[in-house]
């Protein structure tokens, strides 16, 4: 197949979609004491609300295989978006938790592959020199998504009531499948059927099964300290509003500075590996400093957690797409796939220990897992960061 011809919608009109893609994820966080009341429910059932999309994120990468094999990233990018607009405008509507949580667990199932064709098609269409740089703008951008969803959606669910936020971004979702009708139609996704002799090659080439579980650690300990912040802060201040809640999270926002910088900080940091082992490093530190019982130490953790996290997130993806460019499409539903399992497990086992065992049962599950995500990233090989020559597996 010939080389395409990129266009600069390549490169932007994913990033717009990404950032609708990941707002819609975590839409409905500052609304679940909305949903509690209107539903009736227990804030830990409407909690499901959130769980309900991440699970199908940890296996969907996998499973898409058996539906499609070297589909257009094009293709991809429509029916998924489709799908998200269809069901966000649903949300807007439903009347009862069970339809509420079985349109988010669609909306899961189609994430996914949205994310993968993304993620494949803004490699795909930066030059090797630029793939690094690409990525670590697309992390920067799926990082703005996280925070506009919590912010925006709380800000008009205030305003017009719940079932405005959703209506707000079937309305984006809807503007994102025209602006796709800009990408070129030949990129491809290359998925493949994940037969066990498959992902063994992929996870077989030296590095690539440390980094991705690197990844799921380091989403662990950040979605176990974004879960714990609230009830850790009424722990120390005693009622508190959402409004003071959410300044906490504006520490989320030093991620975008961490996703740009990641690039440009290896040659300051003595190389790409260096750049992983650092943000670990901060990350680290972060659970310490949430550890300080404080308001202020919640808050400067967060912007710790956020600048570490990030830092090494950004650079992860254009390492493993460097070092494996002909299967870019496999790599990246591979570290989705580690990425959000980790993410579903630390949204669930730092609560569960500090329900069972007190605060500073889940402090130091946090700081374990920070510290074997750490671990995993200083034994990596350097064979994985010679660009598009990784060593070869034995």
Same mark, same amino acid.
């Given at each position: 197949?010939?080389?395409?011809?990129?266009?600069?919608?390549?490169?932007?009109?994913?990033?717009?979609?990404?950032?609708?893609? +990941?707002?819609?994820?975590?839409?409905?966080?500052?609304?679940?004491?909305?949903?509690?009341?209107?539903?009736?429910?227990?804030?830990?059932?409407?909690?499901?609300?959130?769980?309900?999309?991440?699970?199908?994120?940890?296996?969907?990468?996998?499973?898409?295989?058996?539906?499609?094999?070297?589909?257009?990233?094009?293709?991809?990018?429509?029916?998924?978006?489709?799908?998200?607009?269809?069901?966000?405008?649903?949300?807007?509507?439903?009347?009862?938790?069970?339809?509420?949580?079985?349109?988010?667990?669609?909306?899961?199932? !189609?994430?996914?592959?949205? &994310?993968?064709?993304?993620?494949?098609?803004?490699?795909?269409? =930066?030059?090797?020199?630029?793939?690094?740089?690409?990525?670590?703008?697309?992390?920067?951008?799926?990082?703005?998504? @996280?925070?506009?969803?919590?912010?925006?959606?709380?800000? =008009?669910?205030?305003?017009?009531?719940?079932?405005?936020?959703?209506?707000? &971004?079937?309305?984006?979702?809807?503007?994102?499948?025209?602006?796709?009708?800009?990408?070129?139609?030949?990129?491809?996704?290359?998925?493949?059927?994940?037969?066990?002799?498959?992902?063994?090659?992929?996870?077989?080439?030296?590095?690539?099964?440390?980094? #991705?579980?690197?990844?799921?650690?380091?989403?662990?300990?950040?979605?176990? $300290? &974004?879960? +714990?912040?609230?009830?850790?802060?009424?722990?120390?201040?005693?009622?508190?509003?959402?409004?003071? +809640?959410?300044? $906490?999270?504006? @520490?989320?926002?030093?991620? +975008?500075?961490?996703?740009?910088?990641?690039?440009?900080?290896?040659?300051?940091?003595?190389?790409?590996?260096?750049?992983?082992?650092?943000? &670990? =490093?901060?990350?680290?530190?972060?659970?310490?400093?949430?550890?300080?019982?404080?308001?202020?130490?919640?808050?400067?953790?967060?912007?710790?957690?956020?600048?570490?996290?990030?830092?090494?997130?950004?650079? =992860?993806?254009?390492?493993?797409?460097?070092?494996?460019?002909?299967?870019?499409?496999?790599?990246?539903?591979?570290?989705?796939?580690?990425? #959000?399992?980790?993410?579903?497990?630390?949204? #669930?086992?730092? @609560?569960?220990?500090?329900?069972?065992?007190?605060?500073?049962?889940?402090?130091?599950?946090?700081?374990?897992?920070?510290?074997? !995500?750490?671990?995993?990233?200083?034994?990596?090989?350097?064979?994985?960061?010679?660009?598009?020559?990784?060593?070869?597996?034995?």
């Amino acid at each position: 197949m010939p080389r395409c011809t990129w266009n600069r919608a390549d490169l932007l009109v994913p990033m717009a979609m990404t950032l609708a893609a +990941i707002a819609t994820i975590y839409a409905p966080q500052p609304l679940l004491p909305l949903l509690a009341g209107e539903f009736h429910l227990e804030l830990a059932t409407a909690a499901l609300a959130v769980t309900a999309t991440l699970l199908p994120l940890a296996a969907g990468p996998l499973l898409y295989g058996y539906l499609l094999e070297s589909v257009s990233t094009k293709k991809t990018m429509v029916v998924s978006l489709a799908v998200l607009a269809a069901t966000q405008a649903g949300l807007a509507w439903a009347d009862s938790f069970g339809v509420f949580l079985a349109l988010r667990f669609v909306q899961g199932l !189609a994430v996914p592959a949205l &994310l993968t064709a993304l993620m494949t098609h803004v490699a795909a269409s =930066a030059t090797p020199e630029r793939v690094h740089a690409v990525m670590a703008t697309y992390i920067a951008v799926t990082t703005l998504g @996280g925070f506009s969803g919590r912010f925006f959606s709380g800000l =008009a669910a205030a305003q017009w009531g719940r079932r405005a936020p959703f209506a707000v &971004l079937a309305a984006l979702l809807c503007g994102c499948l025209v602006l796709a009708r800009m990408l070129s139609a030949d990129a491809r996704t290359t998925f493949v059927k994940p037969s066990p002799r498959v992902i063994g090659q992929v996870l077989a080439r030296p590095g690539f099964l440390k980094a #991705y579980l690197m990844a799921a650690c380091l989403f662990f300990v950040f979605t176990g $300290m &974004l879960n +714990i912040l609230p009830f850790r802060l009424t722990e120390i201040e005693g009622p508190v509003s959402s409004a003071r +809640i959410g300044v $906490m999270y504006l @520490g989320y926002l030093v991620g +975008i500075a961490a996703s740009l910088w990641s690039p440009r900080a290896a040659r300051p940091l003595g190389g790409r590996k260096a750049v992983l082992a650092v943000g &670990l =490093a901060v990350e680290s530190v972060s659970v310490l400093v949430f550890a300080v019982p404080a308001a202020w130490a919640i808050f400067v953790s967060v912007v710790i957690l956020c600048g570490g996290m990030f830092l090494t997130h950004a650079a =992860a993806p254009g390492i493993l797409n460097a070092a494996a460019p002909r299967q870019r499409g496999v790599v990246n539903g591979l570290y989705l796939a580690f990425y #959000y399992s980790g993410g579903v497990l630390g949204s #669930y086992l730092p @609560g569960l220990a500090r329900d069972m065992l007190g605060f500073w049962s889940a402090v130091v599950l946090l700081f374990a897992v920070a510290l074997c !995500a750490l671990g995993l990233a200083a034994s990596l090989g350097h064979g994985l960061f010679d660009g598009h020559r990784p060593e070869s597996p034995a």
